[in-house]
Structure formats: C-alpha cells, structure tokens
C-alpha cells in the first residue's frame, strides 16, 4: 500500500530547467501586513515604545542627546539625500520599528552615507562625542538588534549598494554592506554561482546585515556557516577607522583572522561595510520530496539515511511535526496537502546537484529502500516546478499559520539532535499541566516544532489566540532552562539582540560571557555602537 | 589522435570499493631520513641552534630563566612521566628541532601533562612566573612554530589523546588536541564520516595542532576551511584560565565567535586542548585524472569547466608545471609516467561522491567534452587503486623531488587565480638575469610551481645544487614583494611561526598588524605564550 502510493508518484521529476536555476522555494517571511508606505510587517499591531513596553531598561546617561551643532556636522559632511530627520511629513517609522512590529526605538535621525569614509567621519565623530548609534541593513531581524531603544542615531548602510567585483573563475564576490541579498544572488545567477545563504528575508535584507548576524538559512546544511565562506571584511571600527581586510584569498595564514569577529557580533563592535565571500557553483538540478515519518526516532534514521544515500547532493533536510501541519492545513484550507492520513512527522527532502538524472536516481533510489526498512511510511516527490513550491509552502508557511488565530511565541533553538523534539513534548506538557492548552478561551492552541534538524536547529512556536503573562510564565524561563540542561543555543541563528541580550548565560558559561564583554569594552570603550543589545 | 587516448584510457575505473574507504592519496610528505630515535626527517642536514643563524634575534630578558624551584612545582603537579629533562640520556632534540631540520630550541624541559586542569596549573604558574612556553602538537609545522628559540620550556599536549564522543546522527566529533589527525580519520572511517581535512603530515600531526595552524591541506576545496567545520574549542589561556566552549552545534548565534580566534593562531593566546569537530559523510567512490594543458589560461578554464561540469563531486583540482614534473620523473626514473610526450601544464583531478557510476559518468563526459573544446591535449583515468595511487605521486612527490640534488627554497602563497603562475615565470626570470639557472656548478636547477588551484595556493619550489646568499638575495623580498603587488598572501596555508614573523607586512595592512599586535598584547600581556614568532 505504501509502496503504491510512491510508485504512482515516483516518477521523474519533470524538468526543472530554468536556465537561471532561480531558487524555488517559496518566500513567505516577508508577506504580512502592507501599511501605507508600502512596508510589509508580520502583524497589524502598532508596537509600542521598546522604553514604555521595558521601563527596566533605561537610557545611558553617559550618551549625549543630539544637538544642532551634530546634526550640523552631519550635514557638513553628508548631501541632503544621505539625510532623514524626523518632522511632520516624516516620522521615520520605517527604520525606528522592526519588521515583526515588537520594538520601536524614538531616534530622530537617520544617516545613509553613500562612502565608507563618510561613515567613518561620522563614527569617529559620535565616538568623540558620545553619540550612540545604531548600524541599520535591511532591517529583517527578528530580536530587535537593527532598530534603536531609544535615541540612538540610525547609520543605515543602504547607500552603500554596490557589486564591487566579480572573479567567475574562483567564484570570489566582493561587494558593499548594503546589497540586498536577493540582488546579489541574481548578480551571480547571471555567472553559473549562487550566495552561499539563502533566507525567507532575501529581498530585503542586505549582505552586510546577513554576515554581521551570521544567519543561517535554507543552504547552511549544504554551504556551511559565513565563517567558512567569508574571505574578507571592511568594517568601519568604533573609533572610525576603517579596518580593510577585503581579502579575496581563499587561504590566508598570516596572522589573527580579525574578520571572524565580526560576523555575527551584530553591529556591536564596528560597522560592516563591504564583504568579500566565495560563492559555490550553481546547481543546475532540484528535486523536492515529502515524506512522512512515525515517530522522532524515524527522523533522525532518515536524516542519517540521507546523508549517507543522498551525501552530496542533499541540500535541506526539513521536519515539520503533526501539530504545524494541522495549523498550517487550517490556515491554507484550499492548498492541495499531499496525504489523505495524518502522521506524526513529516520532513521534507530538497536535493540539488549537476546533473538531473543522477539526483532522481540516488533519490529513487534511497526512498525505496528508506520504504523498504520501513523508516519512512508515506510520501510524495516533486514532479514539476508548481508541486516543488507546493511542498516547500508546507514547511515555509509555518510561521505565518503559527500565528494566524492571535499571536506565537517563538523559540529558536540548537539542540543535540536526540533531544530537538523533546523540548516541544516537555513544552505541551507544560502547558496542559497549567491548564491552559484547548478550544477557546484557553489561550494555548498548540506547541508545535518543525526546523533545520540537518542543523540541529528547532523551531518551537506556541501558537496563542491572545498573549498573556501566564503563558509567558509558563514557557520562560522554562525553555531556556530546558535548552541549557541539554547543553544547547538559546539562538540558533536569530541572534541575541535586544531580546535575548540578559539570557546569554543560559548558553553561555562565566568565562565565555566575561571575555566577550571584555572584547566590547575592548573595542569599543565608550560603548557608542548598538547600546543595551547582545551582551 | 589524443581522443584515442582517451578512449583507450577512459573505461571505468576499477572497483576501489574498500569498505572503509580509507585515504587513497599517497603520503610522502613524512617520509625522509631516519634517524637513531626512530624519528623520520626531511633532512640529514644536522640544524644550527636558531640562536646562532639568527644571531639578530635577541632573547627577550623580561622571561625567567628555568630554576630548580620551577621544576620542583611542576613535578608537584606531574607525575614523572610527564616531565622530560635534558640530560646525558636525553638531549630532547626530537623536541627541540622542527621536522624540516631548520630551527633547532635550547629547551631543558619538556612537560608532558595528561589533564587539561594541570596545563591550566603550569600555565597559571608560568605566567606568574614569566617562564615562556612553547606549545607543542605532533612538531609537523613548516615554519618552525612548534620548536622553542631560546629556552622556553616545551609544553607538549601529546598526551591529551582521546576521542572524547562521537554522535553518529550529526557526524560532531568531540576529542582531545592531542589525537594524531589519522587517528581520528580512522575512527571517523570506521563510522562512515571522514575528517574535513587531510594533511601529508597526518600520520603525526595533531588535530589541536591543525587547528592551531588553521592548516588547510587536499580537502579544503570540498569541506571548506576549519573556520567553518570547527564547532568548538577548549583552550588554557595565558593566564591558565581554562576556557571550554566545547560546543556540539552546528548554529549557536549566541555572542562572539570566542573560538574563532584561536583558529589559526599559532598557539600565541591560548593553548587548545580540546576540539569539536563538523565532519562529513566518508564517500564511498575516488576517481583521479591527470590531463596535460598547454598553458595556463587553459588550466583556468579546465577549472572553471570542472566546477561546472563536475561540481559538488569534484574533490580535488591539484596543477603542476613541466618543470616540477621534469624534476620528478629524474628523481622517479622506473616510475611509470602517464605520457610519452612533455607538454607545458599538467591537471590532477580527483572527485569523490556516493555513487561510483555517476561519479564516472559525470567525469567521462567532463573529459570528453574538454576535449572537444580543445582545453585538454592529452590525459589518462586511474583504472584501479595503484592506477590512481600512482598518479597522485606525480603531485606528491614534487616536494621531495625538488631538494633531491640538494637543498629548496619554498614559498607557500595565495594568489589571485589569474596571476598564481605568473609568480614562477618571474622568479625564473630573475634568477636567469642574475645568471644564476643552468647546469652545475650553477647554483639554481629550476623554480617550480605546482599546487592547489582550486583554492589559489601555489607553491614556488626553487630547486638548487646548494643554499647561497646570491640565491636567497635574488628571491627575498622578491617574491614577497610581487605576491604583495598582487595582494596576495605570503603565506597561505603553512602560517607565520617563526620564519615569517617579519614579513607579515607584505600581507596585512599596518590597521591589521596593529589590531593584531593588539589582540596579542590583550590575551597575553607578559608574552609568555610562543615568544618571538607569528606577529
């Protein structure tokens, strides 16, 4: 019977032939709500003040406040349009608020320089004369980090837009901080390679943005981390200087790799501004396949089967639980869902390669026998380029079907793969155990888990009709406690921000905490870059 | 014509189906002289102690020199057999001298500690004390890092050799720095997964050394650089504290890349004790190729032809001059040669994948039309495991072919792909106009370029009958200065240590040195850790 249903479905796929091999995977993170200027944000919310909403955080009185004499100096050495006061006409909600709409700094300015020398003369200046700043890309991060807390003067690299150069032999991308991911990637379609990341946020966030928060994404499990594949970096320090280390070697040992610093320090410690990466060769081949799995254990005996099976030419290995597929069902009544019965587990499978009919052969291949040991018990394979985003839409529309009834709290976690599902199975027991999971007006419709397991990392996403001190009670510091016994990451790729800035510990031991906050007084004694964020 | 060779040649390459798949590269970079101790060098040259041929380099009198007190305290904290003194017995030479026979230390002792808690005590107290030290993994290194200078005592982490764990779900490896590379290679094999590098030296070298070197090596064109693979570090820092960010995830975005840092840092701010090592799934099929090119622009489009073509199977991309080749095949005279004719490039290619029959049906058809576009003239497939072991040797054994008639200066260099030979015309042209190339008594045989295309790195071996200043002046600062002009890397995978130490200029801007110098002066004030090399 289970046999069947793949040898019905388990055709070739068809043709895939874009001659551009766009990405195809389906881009939700980014729809939303569109407000009047055209922005799209994840809710309708209008979010309130980061100081009213955390009156226990309080502003640095070591900072100045922004004088005319600086904004004259601003001027001084920016052209009108690198400019943005707020007024009447302009309140600069666009860059005072983040994209999920939690937190909204008060900031009065934003600079946009068109030159990293323009950039450095301001952060020399605001260091001279204690002005905090805030280094802003495209503003899609989801813990606060890119928007002020509260005056902090916004330095916006989204001037900064260019495609330095390209080396179609090695493969070797050098461009500026503010490139948009997706305007990058398209650059290199063009050239036979692809960004060596890829994100739900790709049309609107920038290259610098993404290597200053060292994101993973979609391609980690096939390209590897941004400190693998970062080659150089300039950066605009916290005393001004600029720091030129954009280096286009593949190998470089001479000395201290000072760059590797700064990917993922968010901004904290000097401004990215332009980034040379090595970019692989562009697949010319996806497959997608959908399967279901009875129970966590199976999961982790296909992840291992695929790796082995598949090797390289796996590229995401996703896992959705029963409860993200029965949200995301609700929230997409008229999509075709690829089973008729309901199983614990789904995951879903994306190869890529060079040539097309060895992928489908090893894929063939490996679900048979993954059949055959009975490890996967139902499923389907892609077989044109509509079914291929229509699977990818059961995975990617999670995080829009998690909060569709009211609101989510999300939890972005690395865990030791035997562990990743349990901490979803310890949080709904939780939360039953306080009586607050059912049909309205509980406020708990669900925890559901689904995430990178080829990365370790889960998403835990409680699923709420209403927010309310008790739930948030009930899951912190609950999560992060359970996250820390199993020796795993608060944040797994999101970052720390402002939101998970004091829960570092949790990750983190003494030493680790002591010698990054000695790192940032460091190099940044006057603390003018990104205050009340990260560590 | 050269199609017939092909297709005489090109039938599939005979089953290599070792179950373990074990390493099929051929290791020569260990072989040498024995001597009494069983040790194996390069070199029967006996070394001058580094004190006398650098008589410019002074010791630095802030350290203590070695009392009987200090070796009272350490044999405190360690067992017997954990403290080495020179004496009539033994004079510590295998400590004391670097594999090459070039730099020869003074040191009186060797500490041996079997508990990362006792490296921490030694340290604490060396520190206290100003008694410099020397970190010590298997001595393999080329630039004489890993040996004392004056009489800094010897702290060798050989003794620290544990796999810690292994989970075969994730392929993370947990072990001690002291465990020989082929060590955990194997038992990586004996899981399925192999380590993401692999090394001439690995029969010696340690894996907390590599990663202190940031070695890069034959895998680094498919598994990327340590930067990216290396999940976690516990190091002993200048003070003793010992810092264990001994993390097992793939993605943890939770503060500074601490670990980064000491990746590559030559053991000058910490020593690592421990390693949490990414690996990947062993493959289960080689191939290896080695085509003949009649320049060197065509040597770049084979390359960019098989990252194309041959994409994620392509393992390794190694290329050779006719004049390293020339060297070999005298220094090989029974040895088979893959082809009648001489011609002016050579392109050893391996892949390395899942699926042997795919793997050869990608490379058949990569060859064939390489040969129809006119890229390649001659080339031959390894048909079975001597086949291939035996074209490896034409890459491997350049190293020892270079100083069979007497003695080599070598330059391992980054360099933009389009200039990487231009290097070694150069440097020919220069030693000829100095009249110093030709037949005996001249003192230059030929410079030779061969390496790592896929990944920039050449290296320049200049084969002479005799060292001489005449030659040594012609190539310094020569070649430091054309890799410079081309912002190259004076070293791009064998590190600073001792023998680059003051060139580090001709790589890293004066903003980088001084970050660097900085960083150096901020973990380890005294100076204690690794003196008089690496910045």
Redesign the interface.
């Known amino acids: 019977m289970l046999g069947s249903r793949f040898a019905r479905q388990l055709v070739r796929v068809a043709a895939l032939r874009d001659s551009r091999c766009r990405s195809l995977v389906v881009r939700t993170a980014l729809t939303g709500h569109i407000i009047p200027d055209g922005r799209f944000y994840s809710s309708k919310i209008q979010p309130r003040l980061t100081s009213e909403a955390y009156p226990y955080v309080k502003r640095d009185p070591s900072f100045k406040k922004l004088t005319n004499e600086d904004v004259s100096f601003f001027k001084s050495v920016l052209s009108e349009s690198e400019v943005l006061e707020a007024s009447e006409a302009e309140d600069l909600a666009f860059y005072n608020e983040d994209w999920m709409r939690k937190y909204k700094g008060q900031s009065r300015i934003v600079l946009k320089p068109k030159s990293v020398e323009k950039i450095s003369k301001i952060v020399k200046y605001c260091n001279e004369h204690r002005l905090a700043l805030v280094p802003q890309g495209g503003n899609t991060g989801l813990v606060g980090g890119s928007v002020p807390v509260f005056d902090e003067i916004i330095l916006s690299v989204s001037n900064l837009n260019q495609i330095r150069s390209f080396?179609?032999?090695?493969?070797i991308l050098k461009c500026d901080a503010g490139v948009i991911l997706e305007n990058a990637d398209n650059f290199l379609a063009e050239h036979?390679y692809i960004f060596p990341l890829d994100l739900g946020a790709k049309g609107s966030c920038h290259v610098g943005g993404v290597v200053a928060?060292?994101a993973?994404g979609l391609r980690?499990l096939r390209y590897?981390?941004l400190?693998?594949?970062v080659l150089g970096l300039e950066a605009v320090l916290p005393n001004g200087?600029?720091?030129?280390?954009m280096?286009?070697?593949?190998?470089?040992?001479?000395?201290?790799?000072?760059k590797?610093?700064f990917?993922?320090?968010e901004g904290t410690?000097g401004i990215i501004t332009g980034v040379s990466i090595m970019t692989p060769?562009r697949?010319?081949a996806f497959n997608v396949s959908f399967l279901a799995v009875d129970s966590y254990e199976s999961v982790?005996k296909v992840?291992?089967k695929a790796?082995?099976?598949?090797?390289?030419?796996l590229s995401a290995f996703e896992f959705m639980d029963c409860h993200s597929q029965a949200l995301t069902k609700k929230h997409l009544p008229d999509a075709p869902y690829p089973f008729e019965d309901d199983y614990p587990f789904y995951v879903l499978i994306e190869t890529s390669?060079?040539?097309k009919e060895?992928d489908d052969?090893?894929l063939e291949s490996f679900l048979e026998s993954a059949m055959e040991e009975e490890l996967v018990v139902d499923g389907v394979v892609a077989q044109d380029e509509t079914e291929l985003k229509n699977l990818w839409q059961w995975r990617e529309m999670i995080p829009e079907s998690s909060q569709a009834e009211g609101g989510v709290y999300k939890y972005d976690v690395?865990?030791?793969?035997?562990d990743l599902y349990s901490l979803v199975e310890a949080a709904n027991v939780k939360l039953e155990e306080a009586g607050l999971v059912g049909d309205a007006p509980k406020p708990v419709i669900k925890a559901v888990g689904y995430g990178?397991v080829g990365?370790?990392?889960l998403h835990l996403n409680v699923a709420v009709r209403e927010y309310s001190k008790e739930v948030e009670k009930a899951l912190e510091p609950f999560v992060y406690e359970f996250v820390s016994s199993k020796?795993?990451?608060?944040?797994?790729?999101?970052?720390?921000g402002f939101q998970?800035k004091n829960y570092?510990g949790y990750?983190?031991?003494k030493?680790?905490?002591k010698?990054?906050k000695d790192?940032?007084q460091?190099y940044d004694p006057n603390g003018i870059l990104n205050p009340y964020k990260?560590?």
Chains 1, 2 share one sequence.
């Open positions: 080396d179609a032999v090695s493969g036979g928060t060292n993973g980690l590897g981390s400190h693998g594949s200087e600029i720091l030129n280390s280096d286009a070697l593949r190998k470089d040992n001479t000395g201290y790799d000072l590797q610093l990917i993922g320090s410690i060769t697949p010319k982790q992840f291992v790796k082995k099976d598949l090797s390289e030419i390669g060079a040539n060895h052969a090893k690395s865990l030791p793969l035997q990178h990365d370790g990392n020796h795993g990451s608060i944040s797994a790729e999101h970052g720390l998970k570092v990750s983190k031991n030493e680790e905490i010698l990054m790192l940032k460091h990260y560590i």
